[in-house]
């Protein structure tokens, strides 16, 4: 199956930092996705990825769609408490592959 | 524009009983999938329906769980018997293109 290598696993930062995460896969695809999913709740599109080196904004958050084809990074600016939750990268083929997700704590 | 539907919320159940989920896609999508979410997870999918049509359900562990679209729109999962293992989020989503929306999931507790 598809492999989907998302990066860090968790991270814990204080508030107002920037936050940076990853996710590379092995295979080439047309789109990549990034969903936010609260405790309790089902992950929320954030931001659709559909061409090579396409940078996209939503808000404080930044996502790119790599060069390579195979790789996408997801950016926040200015942590605030509500961004607490899960992020997962995904890749939109025949059906939607999620990368393991990166846990996100906002200490105030 | 409404979301992807799901009920119950919760459930709770002993190993060897059964369970049924229902899914209610985004109006018009086409295509509507069910994930398992374990803890600590990415959701993994399960089953993946074009309209009333199965195309692909090669993760479904058929032994006992079956998926249903009648009709191309509502989805019912159902798991029969439950398992201490099937403990998990058990999310819909639906896509008109390459874009998924997903449920708010049913946390099913197998004890």
């Known amino acids: 199956g598809q492999q989907l290598n998302q990066s860090p696993q968790s991270m814990f930062i204080q508030e107002g930092e920037d936050v940076s995460m990853n996710c590379t896969s092995s295979s080439i695809f047309n789109t990549w996705l990034w969903y936010k999913q609260d405790p309790g709740e089902g992950p929320v599109l954030l931001i659709a990825l559909y061409k090579a080196g396409e940078l996209t904004s939503n808000g404080r958050l930044t996502a790119q769609f790599g060069i390579t084809r195979k790789d996408s990074f997801l950016n926040i600016s200015a942590s605030i408490p509500s961004d607490v939750g899960i992020y997962f990268c995904a890749l939109a083929g025949n059906q939607f592959y999620f990368g393991t997700g990166t846990s996100l704590t906002v200490i105030p | 524009e409404a979301g992807v539907a799901q009920s119950p919320r919760y459930k709770i159940i002993e190993k060897r009983q059964s369970v049924a989920f229902w899914c209610n896609p985004i109006?018009?999508?086409?295509?509507l999938y069910w994930y398992q979410q374990i803890l600590g997870q990415g959701p993994k999918l399960l089953i993946q329906f074009q309209n009333n049509g199965v195309v692909d359900d090669s993760q479904l562990p058929k032994d006992r769980f079956s998926a249903e679209r009648l009709k191309g729109v509502d989805s019912t999962l159902k798991i029969q018997p439950a398992k201490l293992e099937d403990s998990a989020v058990y999310l819909c989503?639906?896509?008109?293109?390459?874009?998924?929306?997903f449920g708010q999931g049913t946390r099913l507790t197998v004890v």
């Open positions: 989503a639906s896509s008109l293109g390459s874009e998924a929306f």
């Open positions: 109006s018009g999508h086409a295509t």
